[in-house]
């Protein structure tokens, strides 16, 4: 049996809140789980995922999944500094105690993901990522002549997969980033990564999120001599479209870097 408690507010001046799912045998070393959900920051919400914290309970962990604030209204950086308050709000709240930083994870899907990995690195929080992107500058550079759109094949009758998916990519980049000033901050390579510790990615072979360039993050994360696993499962799934069936590799994951971390 989950006990949810919803709209806890972690941030008054943005009013932006939590939703926060106890396990049933909750004690004082339940294991934390933060969940960022996706949607392009532009769209998306904590009410969408739902099904997916009384799973991530059920399986033990006390499962924060909190909002923030999206573009057009709001721009970079504010989701990235909204992730790191609400952080800063769970460590100083009732919810944990002065020694739990060794107990919090994270999962991120999707832009969730991107946001997951900007608090691994100044927390080292043990983290799982689902298709989480990555590149943000040097895509836009390469895909210049793109058209941005939600629905590609609506607005431009376009019908190549690929193509669709490049509008999407560089709609949200766009619409999030504000301006091309913001691009190189987005990245995922320009993050601080003093604390980096467990990380496991996982990407679809071919998706919206291009495995290029995961591949070329993973490849920067290895010459900072950070430790990363990376997982490529077939097909076109993105994220969410996946993640039931990756849900218990993820928290196995997560449960072995707590477990190691004790020992």
Do not use: C
Not at 86 to 106: A, G, K, M, P
Not at 172 to 177: C, G, K, S, V
């Amino acid at each position: 049996m989950v006990v949810i408690k919803k709209d806890i507010v972690y941030d008054e001046t943005n009013d932006l809140k939590t939703d926060i799912y106890f396990p049933n045998n909750t004690t004082s070393q339940t294991k934390i789980l933060i969940f960022w959900h996706g949607g392009g920051w532009f769209h998306g919400s904590k009410d969408d995922v739902k099904d997916l914290g009384v799973r991530l309970a059920n399986a033990g962990f006390m499962t924060l999944i909190p909002d923030y604030r999206l573009a057009p209204k709001y721009t970079f950086p504010a989701a990235h500094n909204d992730s790191k308050n609400f952080v800063e709000w769970l460590l100083n709240s009732q919810y944990t105690d002065h020694d739990d930083l060794q107990n919090i994870v994270q999962i991120g899907a999707s832009v969730g993901g991107t946001l997951a990995l900007y608090i691994a690195g100044s927390y080292g929080f043990p983290t799982v990522t689902w298709s989480a992107p990555v590149d943000f500058s040097k895509w836009m550079q390469n895909h210049q002549d793109t058209k941005p759109s939600t629905d590609a094949a609506k607005d431009f009758g376009l019908t190549d997969p690929t193509l669709i998916k490049e509008s999407f990519y560089k709609y949200f980049t766009q619409t999030y980033a504000g301006n091309d000033s913001n691009l190189s901050k987005m990245d995922a390579t320009s993050y601080n990564y003093d604390k980096l510790s467990h990380l496991f990615m996982i990407n679809s072979a071919k998706e919206l999120n291009p495995l290029k360039s995961v591949l070329n993050y993973v490849d920067f994360l290895a010459s900072e001599n950070h430790e990363v696993q990376l997982l490529v499962i077939k097909g076109t799934g993105h994220a969410m479209a996946y993640a039931k069936d990756y849900v218990d590799e993820s928290l196995d994951y997560l449960y072995q870097t707590i477990k190691g971390a004790k020992e």
